[in-house]
């Protein structure tokens, strides 16, 4: 086993236990972590989404069912959005400067968070537009695995309590992932290796003997200063790179 795939592995061990917290940190955090290190989109969706995948299917299946009104308009508003941005970036895929286009997407989620008055004002207009936030998410989603910065203010504008936005984000996580498999599978199917049949392993033995319990009794308010911090500093790295800077 190389240096590299000992890092992938261990970049997932330790964001599964984020995302079995959230709902969300494989994709959010993931992403940017192997960008950085230089591995194209592609192989970052083959070593991430099977490990997404797997602790979705726990948290959707130990969590309350999602309301069939909810999962009609997620499919119809998000899905082909997601389907047709991400066919696009991956037919482009060296050419195409991902690392910029994520660290701007992240450096916008998170002025947004640090801003009281423009999370309210962003939360108002999501109301007013949900369908249109539906399709921003899907293409968001498509062309940087950030659809959860998206995801995550809608979930917190229709849900109050913490299972109630954990239990919308892992279903919503769940079905993007399926489908940028599927379309990965059909644009670069070479790019699956052995590791992308470790990581689902790895990330629900991380879910069931850390990430469960945790989530039970974690300070959510705490925990999300730090995911903003991290968003911070990945978003001015992966920029700084996306320019040349570095």
Same mark, same amino acid.
């Given at each position: 086993?190389?240096?590299?795939?000992?890092?992938?592995?261990?970049?997932?061990?330790? +964001?599964?236990?984020?995302?079995?917290? $959230?709902? &969300?940190?494989?994709?959010?955090?993931?992403?940017?972590?192997?960008?950085?290190?230089?591995?194209?989109?592609?192989?970052?969706? !083959?070593? $991430? +989404?099977?490990?997404?995948?797997?602790?979705?299917?726990?948290?959707?299946?130990?969590?309350?069912?999602?309301?069939?009104?909810?999962?009609?308009?997620?499919?119809?508003?998000?899905? +082909?959005?997601?389907?047709?941005?991400? !066919?696009?970036?991956?037919?482009?895929?060296?050419?195409?400067?991902?690392?910029?286009?994520?660290?701007?997407? &992240?450096?916008?989620?998170?002025?947004?968070?640090?801003?009281?008055?423009?999370?309210?004002?962003?939360?108002?207009?999501?109301?007013?537009?949900? #369908?249109?936030?539906?399709?921003?998410?899907?293409?968001? #989603?498509?062309?940087?695995?950030?659809?959860?910065?998206?995801?995550?203010?809608?979930?917190?504008?229709?849900?109050?309590?913490?299972?109630?936005?954990?239990?919308?984000?892992?279903?919503?996580?769940?079905?993007? !992932?399926?489908?940028? +498999?599927?379309?990965?599978?059909?644009?670069?199917?070479?790019?699956?290796?052995?590791?992308? $049949?470790?990581?689902?392993?790895?990330?629900?033995? &991380?879910?069931?003997?850390?990430?469960?319990?945790?989530?039970?009794?974690?300070?959510?308010?705490?925990?999300?200063?730090?995911?903003?911090?991290? &968003?911070?500093?990945?978003?001015?790295?992966?920029?700084?790179?996306?320019?040349?800077?570095?």
């Amino acid at each position: 086993m190389s240096d590299l795939e000992l890092i992938i592995l261990t970049v997932v061990l330790i +964001l599964s236990v984020v995302q079995s917290i $959230l709902g &969300m940190g494989l994709l959010v955090f993931g992403t940017p972590t192997l960008l950085l290190l230089g591995l194209p989109y592609s192989s970052c969706l !083959a070593y $991430l +989404l099977p490990a997404s995948i797997a602790i979705s299917l726990f948290q959707v299946k130990g969590d309350v069912k999602i309301e069939k009104n909810e999962v009609r308009e997620f499919f119809i508003w998000s899905i +082909l959005p997601l389907f047709i941005s991400l !066919a696009i970036v991956l037919s482009l895929d060296s050419n195409f400067k991902i690392s910029l286009a994520v660290g701007i997407l &992240m450096l916008a989620t998170v002025v947004i968070k640090l801003s009281s008055r423009l999370e309210f004002l962003f939360a108002i207009n999501v109301k007013n537009n949900f #369908h249109l936030y539906l399709v921003c998410m899907g293409v968001v #989603h498509g062309i940087s695995n950030l659809g959860g910065s998206v995801l995550s203010v809608i979930s917190s504008v229709k849900y109050s309590e913490k299972k109630d936005v954990r239990r919308f984000i892992s279903f919503c996580y769940l079905w993007f !992932a399926i489908i940028q +498999l599927i379309v990965l599978l059909f644009f670069y199917y070479d790019k699956f290796t052995y590791i992308s $049949l470790i990581v689902p392993v790895i990330s629900s033995l &991380m879910y069931i003997v850390i990430g469960k319990s945790v989530f039970n009794n974690i300070d959510s308010r705490k925990f999300n200063k730090i995911f903003i911090l991290f &968003m911070l500093i990945y978003s001015l790295l992966l920029i700084t790179k996306g320019i040349q800077i570095w």
